[in-house]
């Protein structure tokens, strides 16, 4: 095959962001090459055209580019399909079936879920964002009353990241502790945290992979060491099986990937949805 | 009309986000009420059978709930798609597009682009929440110069979620600094910060929407006032174009579409791509 890179354009009225996301989840199903551009904002015909030169322009013979499209506005949408390229458009035939369902007409407006945020959901992400800042790391364990979820994990695990995932696309209210040397041997939760038990997530992860996190920051200390990672996850899986805990190993997951997990594990209804 | 809600079920092999978006940006472009299910990780038989009786249970004559759906395996997709709802199926024939274009077969195996991280897109996003905590709010102006992007406005204009999103969901390495009185007064940057001009990003807000947005954190204060919010955001504008920086009124702008207009604005590589 030894065929060209495909070009491809994520297309759309806002962000881009879903349009790259399940053009990305598709085209992983493939082989090949493909060499990927996300252009936001495509909201007038003025843009458009400009685009569909640029599309155009990307066509040989051997290489039609794909197009993922996410655009509501009809003129707008016409002037992409117009060009050479395939074009996936991910909004009007759906549209039309949920016309049909529903019995009345789509309005077609640029006005994607994700383009204006509500003073309400503003307001609970903000929050729930200086939240997860004060109660990084066990930073503080004043107001962990007020957590939603509390993420409990050896050092290195993905806990920060995960607590401002849910709190910035969830407006979820984390705060995340990390399990130290005397937990481990005392094969128990810190004694303040019992109470929270049923908010409680616990993360573990791989030897292995924890072993290399950890090299990163302090290479060759015992810190590191494979040894100790293993002994670290052993006590964890411990300590959570004896307070009856979920919990997760996080190595190969995406950090998008375990927020869903936290949420539908304990149940908390996203400020999302 | 007035029509029950109708019953919306998200249905995924992975976290379901896609889906989820997706299916609220179409169904925002129709009147009605919906009551929503979000249902992540239908990637087994077992599982599809469970979910196929919910939403069977869900079916009246008068209301058939509608489903968006993002599963690869065709065993588990068709479990689906032979209940009485309307399935939006997101994936299976825009599959066929790209098997027609690009000559062989997809996959069809569950593996959506976001369910694993690899180890380099894992330790860009870490170290991009760890560097965004680090410098929140002007708290070390140290290592400003790795910053990809620097957020530059007045208190409460949404700087902090905005650079969490960018840190957590793309790996930008962000850090945010206040305008204080006496920028206002001097109508300039501070002079820290002139160096990294190229990489500051200005926000803004509306008077009203700033006042609504700080009166919650100290009512009736003179940070509070309408005319003191006017006179900082008129300030902010005078030195944004006196520098040449560009800048956003996020007021009306979820934290997604801000975050995608920076990284536009800026041409940053973002790591999710």
Redesign the interface.
């Known amino acids: 095959m030894g065929s060209l890179p495909?070009e491809v354009f994520f297309v759309s009225d806002?962000?881009?962001?879903?349009a790259?996301?399940?053009g990305?989840?598709?085209?992983?199903?493939?082989?090949?090459q493909f060499v990927?551009h996300?252009v936001?904002?495509v909201a007038t015909p003025d843009i458009a055209h400009s685009l569909a030169a640029d599309i155009t322009a990307a066509c040989t013979d051997e290489n039609?580019p794909?197009v993922f499209m996410?655009v509501?506005a009809p003129d707008v949408r016409d002037i992409v399909l117009n060009t050479p390229a395939?074009t996936?458009d991910?909004?009007d035939?759906?549209?039309q079936?949920?016309e049909e369902?529903?019995?009345?007409r789509?309005?077609?407006?640029r006005?994607?879920?994700?383009?204006?945020?509500d003073?309400d959901?503003?307001?609970d992400?903000?929050s729930a964002?200086?939240f997860?800042?004060e109660h990084?790391d066990g930073e503080s364990i004043k107001g962990l009353g007020l957590a939603d979820v509390i993420l409990v994990a050896p050092s290195r695990c993905?806990k920060?990241?995960t607590t401002?995932?849910l709190?910035?696309?969830y407006g979820v209210r984390a705060a995340n502790i990390p399990l130290l040397e005397e937990d481990f041997l005392a094969q128990q939760l810190p004694e303040y945290l019992r109470a929270y038990r049923k908010r409680i997530f616990g993360m573990i992860s791989t030897p292995q992979r924890l072993h290399?996190?950890r090299e990163?920051r302090r290479p060759n200390s015992p810190y590191s060491s494979l040894q100790q990672c293993s002994f670290e996850i052993k006590a964890a899986e411990t300590i959570f099986q004896a307070h009856d805990i979920p919990y997760l190993d996080t190595s190969?997951?995406?950090?998008?990937?375990i927020?869903?997990?936290v949420i539908?594990t304990l149940g908390l209804s996203?400020a999302?949805?």
Chains 1, 2 share one sequence.
């Open positions: 495909r806002s962000t881009g962001i879903t790259e996301t399940l990305n989840s598709l085209l992983s199903q493939f082989q090949g990927k996300r936001p904002f039609v794909i996410t509501m395939i996936i991910l909004v035939y759906n549209l079936i949920l369902t529903l019995g009345h789509a309005r077609r407006d006005g994607l879920f994700h383009t204006i945020d003073a959901r503003y307001r992400r903000m964002v200086e997860a800042i990084d993905g920060t990241p401002m995932y709190a910035v696309n290399q996190v990163e190969a997951l995406s950090v998008e990937e927020s869903a997990r539908s996203a999302q949805k």
